[in-house]
Every structure is written in structure tokens, then in C-alpha cells.
């Protein structure tokens, strides 16, 4: 299970990266997106991968670190606020500056 | 009611900003009362705290009465008080200056406001390293919506690069706080500065790459060289009262810096001691060099303003590089003198621009000034207090700062930083004699500036000649306030009773 959870992460983190340094905004805004979720995922792990364990101290020795899930909870809190006000961010930059480029440049390339 | 005075700044503008929520239209006068009372009753109460912690005692708050290392803990020391007291005196200011009509050109300033000083505050009092990250986003965005205020292409253009750097700075941010917590068990900075100091070696990589990130996160926030590049951008195109907010807001990286780095990685932290001082202390001089290039380059006042800002960060960051007290000790003294001057000085580039008409704050000839005279004055004595010449608060600044080097880092950061300062000066006058002497001929228009946007700029540009008046009493605070850091036991031992005997 570590090496699937740890390949997952990876594999986000590396799409969410390519991602946020494309030249238009909706590409950026989607990797955003993507590396927050690969940081929840990473910041769930953070605690240590428990499989049957109950979340609060309880008889017994095995049970999951219940800190992480309340840090994710709030990083996802944040995060859905946060892509909310970038994608309203991102139409208002292509209705005022009249293309979707984050430099606001007209495309050069083709 | 004195033991939760710590709590104050953090629920006094989240109260003031909730009720400001009511109505986005209209009210005026009634939102800008609110709003002033507001940010002068947070005045009164950081001078309050100020005294508090200049009993060299740590007080701290639990949050719920969770006890560290459990509950979320606010404390105060002596360098908490202090940019309590800074991010107020800065705030009214700027308060003040918005109601002169800047409040009404968008929707909910006041409100956004508030919240923005209680993520400030939040920030530099918290004690523990998640809700370090928490407050870091209520000011983030806060910040994201009053760079907005007012609209127009510029601001959206600076937004959208503002906004996507600093989302990935808090995707960073994060991960550096989930590895450290992986690392150490705890999120609690006391704590971790404990589990720190008894590290098994195997786990110092993983530290060191997730303190290394934080730091990049904090360099991100402070604007250190390679980070900084969205920052003259969006600081120029900011509404003046906004920007002049935000003078505090590069300083806010430079507290996380000095905090966390001085309360984890201290003397006791064995191999780990002391990591991020190389990175700091080049970069601090790479920022320096490059600020110095841009506020030479500058053509447009506020971009101007915008460089010297990034050229106090370079000096503070100098500071902390040198990591010693009395380094530390000179560069609190330069970081209030540098944020209450910066941000009189956006103010005033404001109140220059409306008054030139369509020339605005950019460099070129422009038509004469009705009010030429007093803001000659008052750019006059901003100048010489950034540039660092006396007789006001810079040139002391300056000079405790270049006491402060010793042995090779005097080779470095003296003719850099006297070369900024030059850099500085010759800029300043070359904008001030174009702002004010090389104007068309013709007759004199413009409407007189209101009587708030004067006393913003007069009551943080007071600052210079102030802290030159008072430089002995602020210069023995801030003394005291790097023993104090560079002391962290205290600070554990008053949050953590029973574990700080162990780590003894």
C-alpha cells in the first residue's frame, strides 16, 4: 500500500507542477488543483499509514494518528476556497485583459 | 480581562471585520467609524501588550485551555509585542488615508481590511506551526481581495501572478509542515524545538529538507531574491492604502524567518543549528545587489517605493544572516523604522500622482503641484529617512546594521549595502527634482488633498524623526528582545513546564 499511496502522490505532485508553469490560466489553475490534492494526500501519510485502526487512542496499541486528518481537513477547507477565488480570478483577467495568457500577452507562437 | 488581552488582536479585527460585512454599499460613515475605532482600539491595545512583554516575562494564551503541546497556544514575547505595535501604528495610517475616498472605489475595504490585521496579527503571535500556516492564508487572502479593490487591468494582471505564486508557496508551505511533523510528532514550535534538540540522526535529513522548504515558503513571503519577482508589481499597482498595508506584509516572512529558525534550529539543535544561515545570508545580499539595480532603473514612483522595499528586505535578511544579538537587535530597529516609512512614503506617492493629473506618479514632466510645497516637504524627509542619510531614523538604522558585521561579513555587506544606499539616494533625488522642479509651465490646478490623506502620511512619516528622538529607549527593547531570542529556553520552559526540565 506505501509504495501505491507514495506513487500516487508522486505522480499528482509531478502533473500538478507541469501544470501551474503552463502560459494559460486554466492549465495553471487545474495544477493548482492537482498539487493540492497531492499535498492533502501527502500531509494524510505524514501521520504514518494505519490500515483497521480506529482514529482516537483506544485499548490497545494500534490505532491512526488522528492530527493529519484534522490538518487535512482544514488544508482542503482552504484550498477549496482558494481555487474558488482563482478561477474567478482567472475569468475576470480574461474578460479585462481580453486573453487568458497569465502575462495577459497575446499568443506569439502560432 | 488582562490575562486575555493576548487574544485581543486576533478577535478584535475578526469582530470589527463581521460587522463591516453588513451591507456592502452604503453606511459609509458609519463603516469608516467602525473601522478607525477598530484599528486605533488595536492600537491601544498592542501598546498595552508592548508593556506586558517588556517585563521580559513569556506570557502565552491557550486557546480552549488546551494546554501546549496539545492546543493551539498564543504567545507573547517581546518580539510578538513589538510587530503587534508596528502592524498597528502602520494600520491606522492607512486607515486613516483610505477614508479619504479609496474605501468607496470597490466594495467591503474596511472588512477586508480587518481581516487582513487579524491574519497579520495572528501570524506573529501563534505559537504553533499549522496555525502559523492558517493565519499565513487569512492575510493571503485577505490580501488577494484589497490588491483587487478598485479593479482595472494592471491590478488584475499583478493579482493573477500574486495569487498562483503564493497558492504554490501554500501548497509548499504544507508539505514542509507535514514533513516536519512527520519528522518530530509535533506541530507545537516549543515542542519541536525540544524533539529537535534530541533528533536521531537518521530523521536530520528529513528536518533539514523540511526546514529548507519552509524557508523558501517564508523567502516567498519576505521576497528574497529569487522569489521576489512579483513584488514591485503588484506593490505598485496596489491601491495606496493597500500598499502601504503591505509594507508589513514582506516583514511577516521576515518574523517567521527569525522566529522559527531562532526557536528550532538554536544552539541546542547540535548538527542542525544554524542551517539556514548560509542560504540567508547570500541571498540577503543577491537581494540587496538586485534592489539596488531596480530602484535605480525605477521610472515610475511607486515602482520606486516598491524596490526600497526590497531593499530593506535584503538589509533585514542581512540581519539575520549575521545571526548574532546585536545584529538582531539593529535589524528590529531598522524593520520599524523601514515599514512605517515605506508605507507613509506609498501613501504619499499617491497623493503626489493625484495631484499631477495625468502625469500620476511616473517620472516625467508633469504639470505644477498646488500643494507643491508640503509635499516636497514631506518626500523630502521620507527620502532622506529610506536612503539612510541623517539625521533620522535610516542612517541610525544603517549604522547599527554595519556595526553589527564582523570580520569577513563586513567585506560583504558594507560596500553592498553603502552602495544600495547610494543607489537610494541618487534615485530619490533624481525623482524628487523631476516630481517637483521639472514641471510645464502654466497655471496651477487641481483640487486640494483632504485633510485625512495628510494626516496618514504625517502620522507614519512622523516615524523617522521619532525614532531618532527615541532611539535609546527603542534601541534597549529591541537589545532586549534578541537576548531574548537568542534565549529560546525561557520561551519553552514557560509553554512546556514539564518537558523543558528533560531537554536541560
Not at chain 1, 35 to 40: G, H, I, M, P, W
Not at chain 1, 68 to 90: D, R, S
Not at chain 2, 364 to 385: C, E, S, T
Not at chain 2, 402 to 415: D, K, S, V, Y
Request: aromatic share 10%; with cysteine.
Amino acid at each position: 500500500m506505501e509504495l501505491l499511496y507514495a506513487m500516487t502522490t508522486g505522480v499528482l505532485t509531478a502533473c500538478g507542477l507541469y501544470l501551474t508553469l503552463r502560459g494559460r490560466t486554466f492549465p495553471v489553475v487545474v495544477g493548482l488543483t492537482l498539487l493540492s490534492y497531492a499535498v492533502n494526500l501527502f500531509l494524510f501519510s505524514m501521520g504514518g499509514l494505519t490500515t483497521d485502526g480506529p482514529a482516537i487512542v483506544s485499548e490497545g496499541t494500534n490505532y491512526a494518528d488522528p492530527l493529519p486528518q484534522a490538518l487535512v481537513l482544514t488544508a482542503i477547507v482552504i484550498g477549496f476556497a482558494m481555487t474558488a477565488f482563482v478561477v474567478i480570478l482567472a475569468m475576470r483577467a480574461r474578460s479585462e485583459v481580453g486573453n487568458d495568457h497569465v502575462d495577459g500577452k497575446k499568443e506569439d507562437r502560432e | 480581562m488582562m490575562q486575555h488581552l493576548i487574544v485581543f488582536p486576533v478577535v478584535l479585527p475578526l469582530v470589527a471585520g463581521i460587522l463591516l460585512l453588513y451591507q456592502r454599499q452604503g453606511l459609509v460613515r458609519y463603516k469608516r467609524a467602525v473601522s478607525v475605532a477598530a484599528t486605533v482600539l488595536l492600537l491601544l491595545v498592542a501598546i498595552g501588550l508592548l508593556r506586558q512583554a517588556a517585563s521580559d516575562q513569556v506570557t502565552y494564551y491557550a486557546l480552549g485551555d488546551w494546554q501546549a503541546p496539545f492546543g493551539i497556544v498564543l504567545v507573547l514575547d517581546r518580539l510578538s509585542a513589538l510587530m503587534l505595535l508596528v502592524t498597528a501604528v502602520l494600520a491606522v495610517g492607512a486607515v486613516v488615508f483610505a477614508c479619504a475616498g479609496d474605501d468607496e472605489k470597490g466594495s467591503n475595504f474596511h472588512g477586508l481590511f480587518q481581516w487582513q490585521l487579524l491574519g497579520i496579527n495572528g501570524a506573529f503571535l501563534t505559537g504553533d506551526l499549522f496555525n502559523l500556516f492558517v493565519f499565513f492564508e487569512v492575510l493571503l487572502l485577505a490580501s488577494y481581495a484589497l490588491l483587487l479593490h478598485g479593479g482595472g487591468k494592471a491590478r488584475i494582471q499583478a493579482s493573477v501572478h500574486y495569487v498562483v505564486l503564493n497558492l504554490a508557496g501554500s501548497s509548499l508551505f504544507l508539505i514542509a509542515v507535514g514533513i516536519l511533523y512527520g519528522a518530530t510528532g509535533t506541530l507545537n514550535m516549543a515542542d519541536m524545538a525540544i524533539r529537535v534538540a534530541e533528533l536521531p540522526a537518521e530523521r536530520e535529513g528529513l528536518v533539514t529538507a523540511g526546514a529548507l522548504m519552509l524557508l523558501v515558503v517564508f523567502g516567498l513571503k519576505a521576497a528574497i531574491l529569487p522569489l521576489y519577482f512579483w513584488l514591485p508589481k503588484a506593490y505598485a499597482s496596489a491601491p495606496a492604502p493597500v500598499a502601504a498595508l503591505f509594507a508589513i506584509m514582506t516583514k511577516v516572512g521576515i518574523y517567521a524567518i527569525l522566529r522559527v529558525y531562532s526557536l528550532l534550529f538554536g544552539d541546542s539543535a547540535g548538527g542542525l543549528e544554524a542551517l539556514e544561515q548560509p542560504w540567508v545570508w547570500w541571498l540577503s545580499l543577491a537581494t540587496l545587489a538586485a534592489a539596488g539595480v531596480g530602484v535605480m532603473a525605477a521610472r515610475d514612483l511607486r515602482l520606486l517605493v516598491a524596490y526600497l522595499v526590497l531593499v530593506s528586505v535584503g538589509t533585514l535578511l542581512a540581519g539575520i544572516g549575521m545571526r548574532s544579538p546585536q545584529a538582531v537587535s539593529a535589524l528590529l530597529y531598522y524593520l520599524i523604522h523601514t515599514t512605517l516609512v515605506t508605507g507613509g512614503l506609498f501613501l504619499l506617492a499617491e497623493m503626489i500622482g493625484l495631484q499631477r493629473g495625468k502625469a500620476g506618479t511616473r517620472l516625467v514632466k508633469g504639470r505644477p503641484m498646488a500643494q507643491g510645497a508640503g509635499l516636497a516637504m514631506l518626500f523630502f524627509i521620507g527620502a532622506i529617512a529610506v536612503a539612510g542619510v541623517p539625521p533620522f531614523s535610516g542612517a541610525i538604522g544603517k549604522a547599527l546594521m554595519l556595526n553589527a558585521a564582523e570580520g569577513t561579513q563586513r567585506l560583504w555587506l558594507w560596500p553592498l549595502l553603502l552602495l544600495t544606499s547610494l543607489a537610494s539616494l541618487i534615485a530619490l533625488s533624481r525623482a524628487g527634482s523631476t516630481l517637483f522642479w521639472r514641471s510645464h509651465r502654466g497655471n496651477i490646478s487641481g483640487t486640494p488633498l483632504p485633510r485625512r490623506q495628510w494626516f496618514g502620511v504625517i502620522w507614519l512619516l512622523s516615524a523617522a524623526p521619532l525614532l531618532v528622538a527615541l532611539a535609546g529607549p527603542v534601541s534597549s527593547y529591541t537589545q532586549a528582545t534578541a537576548d531574548q531570542l537568542a534565549n529560546p529556553q525561557v520561551l519553552i520552559r514557560t509553554l512546556l513546564p514539564n518537558a523543558a526540565g528533560d531537554a536541560q
